[in-house]
């Protein structure tokens, strides 16, 4: 058997699953294990014990109240892939989730494992950093709910300390009709991106940007937000030398270097990937203006 | 050595009652406790596809499931495909007919996995198709025969290989 021996337990409430992670030695939470398993596999990880939350009432389901959106950490990114709160609210998230493994893997992995796994060039944790995303987590002491530029820490590392749990995500909602885009270059459908980028944007009558989000994954060690690109988008009509001007910005970023790809070739995707982003996330806010204004 | 759980698994309607260890992936579960060799182990961590089996209707990596987790749950593998009299599904035949396989490993990944797109979406465009494809590898036969074989199953019959 590939992976090590562990103890199995299925907790029935929260409440249990945090009373066993608080009494229980070197334990982990079991999700939809696309990335966990794999890693016990390779014995990377080796816990002994596993809590498997998959039975825990109430962490999964998508809400949407008072412009705000709410994902119980155990939704299965496939129940974001065809929810239609998601494509209607936050369709970043939609175009993100299906670059996201494959229909399989899908299927069993979660949102919140997504987040708490914290891969770089994961394109969840993307969506989250563009969205400025709140990450509820509960502990012995209550819950308690961490911004996403506080949350991921650094490479593979969150806020969730070892006696704690994810439970959900919430998102404010940008206005109905802004523009967004996702864009990633990746080696085979599927992978994790390269680099992936994340646009969002907001733009009045007369087209002018009013509003900007531009997260990049596989850059950093974790997302990384450009706020000064953001700063350069407002006020500004997207045309195409605008667009390659800021483009340009995102392209001098100081990026992470690996058996993946150098610094050039990411600093390269980033330039390119940040250009089809906000070209599409602007045509796609300009149309939505003149269909409301029509 | 870690104490042996009792588990009730239903596969392909028949329900099998083991004690496995916990760390006992579904697939091994598969192979080793009730014989069901059809299901394939390749990489054994989540890449190729060929150990897809539906977990509850869905297409899982049984690799990396454990069977624990399948308490309860039902499995279908390749081996509950055919009817009971042999007679294979219209996929299956689809898939001779086309010759979308060589060595025949990736096999029952891929006719898990297309049994579940067809069932939900019965008539995929190319891309769709496709699309969902990409968690399965093939290192034999460049996946056009087995594109052509969905194409044929999907409604309609969009003609065959080569086309």
Redesign the interface.
């Known amino acids: 058997?590939?992976?090590?021996?562990?103890?199995?337990h299925v907790p029935r409430s929260l409440d249990d699953a945090l009373r066993q992670l608080a009494s229980l030695d070197n334990a982990k939470i079991l999700a939809g294990?696309?990335s966990l398993?794999?890693m016990?596999?390779?014995r990377v990880v080796t816990p002994d014990h596993?809590i498997?939350i998959?039975s825990v009432e109430g962490l999964s389901g998508i809400t949407v109240e008072d412009g705000r959106l709410r994902i119980g950490a155990a939704t299965r990114q496939?129940d974001l892939e065809f929810s239609t709160e998601i494509a209607w609210h936050c369709p970043l998230m939609r175009a993100a989730v299906l670059l996201v493994?494959?229909?399989?893997?899908r299927?069993?992995g979660t949102i919140g494992g997504s987040l708490a796994h914290a891969d770089p060039s994961a394109e969840l944790p993307n969506v989250c950093a563009a969205h400025d995303a709140r990450i509820e987590i509960h502990g012995p002491d209550g819950v308690r709910t961490v911004p996403f530029a506080a949350f991921n820490r650094t490479f593979m590392t969150t806020a969730v300390e070892a006696d704690e749990i994810l439970t959900a995500v919430e998102i404010d909602l940008w206005a109905p009709g802004h523009g967004y885009s996702f864009h990633e270059f990746a080696r085979?459908?599927?992978d994790f991106a390269i680099v992936g980028v994340a646009a969002l944007l907001d733009v009045d009558d007369g087209h002018r940007v009013t509003r900007a989000s531009l997260s990049l994954c596989g850059v950093d060690a974790m997302p990384r937000r450009l706020p000064a690109v953001e700063s350069a988008l407002i006020g500004r009509v997207l045309d195409d030398g605008t667009i390659d001007d800021v483009a340009d910005m995102a392209g001098d970023l100081e990026t992470i270097e690996d058996h993946h790809a150098s610094k050039s070739y990411r600093q390269h995707l980033a330039r390119i990937l940040s250009g089809r982003a906000l070209r599409e996330a602007n045509a796609r806010a300009c149309l939505q203006k003149a269909r409301a204004a029509s | 050595?870690?104490?042996k759980?009792a588990i009730a698994v239903t596969v392909n309607g028949k329900q099998y009652q083991r004690e496995v260890?916990?760390?006992?992936?579904l697939a091994?579960f598969l192979r080793h406790e009730i014989n069901l060799t059809g299901t394939h182990l390749g990489c054994?961590?989540?890449v190729c596809?060929a150990c897809?089996i539906l977990?509850n209707g869905?297409?899982?990596?049984s690799?990396?499931?454990?069977a624990?987790?399948a308490h309860g749950q039902e499995v279908t593998t390749i081996e509950g495909l055919a009817e009971p009299d042999g007679t294979l599904s219209p996929l299956q035949q689809a898939m001779a007919e086309n010759h979308a396989l060589q060595c025949g490993f990736c096999t029952p990944g891929m006719l898990i996995?297309l049994t579940?797109?067809l069932r939900d979406d019965p008539n995929p465009d190319d891309a769709k198709i496709r699309?969902?494809l990409?968690?399965n590898l093939c290192r034999c036969t460049g996946y056009s025969g087995i594109v052509a074989a969905a194409r044929q199953v999907a409604k309609g019959g969009r003609g065959i290989a080569g086309d």
């Open positions: 058997m590939k992976p090590a021996p562990f103890a199995y294990g696309q398993v794999a016990m596999n390779f596993l498997d998959n496939r493994g494959h229909r399989q893997t299927n069993r085979r459908h599927g | 050595m870690t104490v759980q260890e916990p760390r006992l992936t091994d054994e961590h989540g596809g897809t977990l869905l297409s899982t990596r690799c990396l499931t454990f624990v987790q996995t579940e797109l699309e969902t990409t968690g």
